[in-house]
């Protein structure tokens, strides 16, 4: 049997907050949202208003399409812990570099390491050749007028690896990451090896001050959060041993990929719209799927079936996870061209309705 579940109810400064935050247009900023320029961000300040609004510190706060990070970063900087997943692994190694905590002496030697980048970033240096990587396709389209940067990113990437720390490492590469994305997608024009040297060290200072507002935030509510990124479907997550040791989530905040539309979560354009996996190979990580696969099905299948059987699936794999007394948000575009929003609707009803049926003695 099922039951009618009320309005939630929330102050008047709660609900002001979330309705303004929703309408903010200011760029994104702040704490380590600005480590890589993930396709289709969440906004921190939406995500912020409704973790402060609709949980309490030490709650936990699931988003099973989690691309950037964004809500895990807000969740731990809000003295919450957090768990999310997502299907790319680049998605799960950006925000595992987003939400690691370092230490003063690991910023020390990241500091360093940014120091020396000048001279580290030397086009008559030899530089590592990422074989592998460049066998199997990385490397696409970054011959030609491009060959420069690709050897600057080789040198930076080798700087990197020789900190000998895989969290450092890692933040290392994310420096790259963000200055190799700066450097080439979608540029008309592309910088110097001077420019893409100086912009190394800018963003090196940046994102380091940027981890340390981040700890200090997390550190406020003198508790270390409980962070998982998973690299898989969030289909079937409920099956995952290490959940069932933090609890059940509190609040729900996501954005999952649009239906309909046609966003490269996995691919940088250079020279024109042609694309290059080369974010992975800076990562350190593997691709290997098309667009279909990041986007839950080709947009051009008659009604999006695949895309919607799987936003069915995901959320009753949430709602398994979810308690009877948990808060969904979820932000969605639908595009009006083929769809409407009764078949998002129709997509959650199976979380819906685990969640309103009567518990069970």
């Known amino acids: 049997m099922k039951r009618s579940r009320p309005f939630l109810e929330i102050s008047h400064d709660d609900e002001a907050s979330i309705i303004s935050a929703a309408r903010d247009t200011q760029p994104v900023c702040g704490l380590t949202h600005n480590f890589y320029r993930y396709p289709a961000r969440f906004s921190p300040a939406f995500v912020r208003a409704a973790i402060e609004a609709l949980s309490s510190p030490g709650d936990l706060i699931l988003d099973p399409f989690m691309g950037g990070g964004t ?5 731990i900087a809000a003295g919450r812990n957090a768990v999310g997943a997502d299907i790319s692994q680049l998605a799960s190694f950006v925000t595992s570099v987003k939400t ?72 290392a590469r994310g420096v790259v990451l963000r200055t190799a994305q700066w450097a080439l997608d979608s540029r008309k024009h592309l910088p110097s090896v001077s420019d893409f040297r100086r912009e190394l060290v800018v963003n090196a200072a940046d994102m380091i001050s940027g981890a340390r507002a981040l700890r200090k935030a997390v550190y406020h509510y003198g508790r270390k959060p409980v962070v998982h990124c998973f690299n898989r479907s969030t289909v079937g997550l409920e099956s995952e041993p290490v959940l069932a040791t933090i609890g059940t989530p509190k609040l729900i905040v996501t954005s999952p990929p649009y239906p309909g539309v046609h966003i490269l979560y996995h691919r940088w354009q250079v020279d024109g719209r042609k694309e290059t996996p080369a974010p992975f190979w ?12 990041y986007t839950m099905g080709d947009r051009k299948h008659p009604g999006l079936a695949t895309y919607f059987a799987t936003i069915e699936a995901t959320m009753s794999s949430v709602a398994k996870l979810a308690d009877m007394t948990v808060l969904g948000h979820q932000s969605s575009k639908v595009t009006t061209r083929h769809y409407n929003q009764a078949k998002m609707i129709d997509a959650v009803r199976a979380y819906q309705e685990v969640l309103l049926a009567e518990p069970q003695d």
Not at 164 to 169: A, I, R
Not at 286 to 293: P, Q, T, V
């Open 282 to 293: 800076i990562a350190n990580k593997l691709d290997g799927a098309g667009s279909s696969y």
């Open 71 to 75: 809500s895990l970063v807000e969740a």
């Open 100 to 171: 690691t905590l370092l230490k003063e002496s690991e910023l020390s030697a990241l500091t360093t390491w940014s120091e020396k980048i000048p001279k580290i970033v030397n086009i008559r240096r030899q530089a590592i050749y990422f074989d592998e990587y460049a066998n199997a396709g990385y490397y696409k389209h970054l011959d030609g007028p491009r060959w420069r940067l690709r050897k600057a990113i080789e040198l930076a990437l080798a700087s990197a690896i020789g900190l000998h720390s895989q969290k450092l490492e890692d933040f």
